[in-house]
Every structure is written in structure tokens, then in C-alpha cells.
Nanobody, 117 residues
């Protein structure tokens, strides 16, 4: 079992950048697949980026963030990151990190990102 805590959210203007962090506690984080999701009120939680387990940590991105966001993980430090550049008002949401095994999924509490002029 792992516990996830997001940090780094805040309010920025369009075009600015933020980097979110996810601190993971627990064992064997390297064995978990990981991901970043986001959710706005009234809508379903949507996938932002998925980071595979393993040495390559291959990452897949949602079309709406490809080229602007970079997701990464550091298994030794038990950390995940989401670097967000060129933010748009449509990126306003609560962002969650996620770690999962085939039969278990763990979520952080979320961190608010607001993009507004």
C-alpha cells in the first residue's frame, strides 16, 4: 500500500508554468504504474499522463496536453512530477496523482490549479 500527497498547485496567468509534485510513502513504488489525472466540478476525472513502471518509465499523454506537459517519476526518491508549461484557462482543475497495481488503485487528495487572467 502507498500514500500519495500532491503539492505545487496554485493560481497562475495564461502562458505561465507550474510544476506539481507527488510524494509517495510506502514500499515498492517502482512496482506501481502511475498517472496524473485532473477533474473539474461536474465532470469526470480525466487522464492527463500515464507513466509506466520499469526502467524506461514510458509516458503517454492526453491529446490536450501533449507538448505542453511533461510527467516523470523518480522511484528512488518516491516522487512523481508534472511539469506544466503554457498553461491555459481550460487547464483549471484539481490535479491528482495515482499509483496502481493490477487490483489496487491509490489516489492523492488533489491540488488545485487555477489559470486565469
Amino acid at each position: 500500500q502507498v500514500t500519495l500527497v500532491e503539492s505545487g498547485g496554485g493560481s497562475v496567468q495564461p502562458g505561465e508554468s507550474l510544476t506539481l509534485s507527488c510524494t509517495v510513502s510506502g514500499r515498492f513504488f517502482g512496482s506501481y504504474s502511475a498517472a496524473w489525472y485532473r477533474q473539474v466540478p461536474g465532470k469526470e476525472r480525466e487522464l492527463v499522463a500515464d507513466i509506466a513502471k520499469g526502467a524506461t518509465s514510458a509516458t503517454n499523454y492526453a491529446d490536450f496536453v501533449r507538448g505542453r506537459f511533461t510527467a516523470s517519476r523518480d522511484n528512488a526518491k518516491k516522487m512523481m512530477y508534472l511539469e506544466m508549461n503554457d498553461l491555459e484557462p481550460e487547464d483549471t482543475a484539481v490535479y491528482y496523482c495515482n499509483a496502481r497495481l493490477p487490483t489496487l488503485t491509490f489516489w492523492g487528495q488533489g491540488t488545485q490549479v487555477t489559470v486565469s487572467s
